[in-house]
């Protein structure tokens, strides 16, 4: 591991506290390291409307250690902003302090910066360096980005079937996840903006799609149908940044034919068979597993689109 790398991937553990209150803005993280390899100033985006982690790490240098700055390297897991929002530029305030190099995760694919701010940093005479640890840096701001890229939401495909690939017993719901893997059904749902299923699985299983066993906002709830077709210009223009389908089985049939999926989490009641019941979907081919945990015999697998 490279020092930028090391610098870098600190950047990205102080970027995950803003997790919850960020939001909309990405979650960022950022650091300030003198000529010696010391970190004299780290920082985050705590809460959307306050200071970017830029302005944070800036604010954390001791008095003693502002001499430094000029011969000191900033990394930022995301582009620094050039335009005026709620706060002012963070390419400006990184000008005004005088540090001697920029090094940025990845570029920040919102329209109003794309480029803008490592454009105007270089300008300014400072050395800027983009791509350092960018994959992981994407990835941590998954739904942002592509928020601003697709123009919808970043869309999660969820649901849980038994041994032998059933949803529900019989045609009537079932327990399939245990206590632990609800907990995590319950966190997943805090941290995202919607929840969705379609018009039969809220009329026949009246599912409360709420935040109970853990800490945290409850996600919006949508019920869809034919007459009542999901809209993502309007879950766009209402900032929804992330959605969860929770089925029953054609709703997320239906994301699955038409490729409306960026992320896909199935448990799996490894112990639990039924005779008969509503298969559960199809993995697309073009899936890949990027995660796989067991908790006391359910098996969650997650993919995404390769």
Not at 7 to 27: E, I, S, V
Not at 87 to 92: S, V
Not at 235 to 247: D, F, K, P, R, T
Not at 294 to 300: A, F, S, V
Request: proline share 5%; aromatic share 6%; glycine share 8%.
């Amino acid at each position: 591991m490279t020092a930028d790398e090391k610098y870098m991937r600190r950047c990205l553990q102080l970027a995950q506290n803003g997790r919850q209150n960020a939001k909309p803005n990405p979650m960022v993280g950022a650091v300030i390291v003198s000529a010696d390899g010391r970190i004299i100033g780290e920082g985050y985006h705590v809460r959307c409307g306050e200071g970017h982690a830029e302005v944070n790490a800036f604010a954390s240098v001791r008095p003693e250690d502002e001499a430094l700055l000029p011969e000191s390297t900033i990394y930022v897991s995301l582009e620094p902003c050039s335009h005026y929002g709620k706060t002012p530029p963070c390419a400006d305030l990184i000008i005004n302090k005088g540090v001697r190099r920029v090094v940025v995760g990845c570029i920040d694919e919102f329209a109003e910066v794309q480029g803008r701010g490592i454009k105007k940093l270089r300008k300014a005479g400072i050395e800027v360096e983009v791509g350092v640890l960018e994959e992981e840096c994407k990835d941590l701001n998954r739904r942002f980005l592509t928020f601003h890229r697709e123009q919808r939401p970043y869309i999660i495909l969820k649901w849980a079937q038994t041994a032998n690939g059933f949803i529900d017993d019989h045609h009537q719901p079932t327990q399939i996840s245990n206590a632990f893997t609800k907990m995590l059904s319950h966190k997943l749902r805090a941290e995202e903006d919607a929840i969705l299923v379609g018009r039969v699985t809220e009329e026949r299983d009246h599912p409360q799609l709420t935040v109970r066993e853990w800490c945290g906002p409850n996600p919006k709830r949508l019920v869809i149908d034919r007459t009542h077709p999901l809209n993502l210009e309007s879950l766009h223009a209402h900032n929804v940044q992330s959605l969860i389908v929770e089925g029953g089985a054609e709703t997320l049939r239906s994301f699955l034919v038409q490729g409306l999926w960026d992320e896909i989490r199935v448990e799996t009641n490894t112990t639990m068979t039924v005779s008969d019941g509503t298969r559960a979907p199809q993995i697309p081919a073009n899936a890949v597993v990027t995660d796989s945990h067991d908790y006391n015999g359910n098996r969650i697998i997650i993919y995404r689109q390769s």
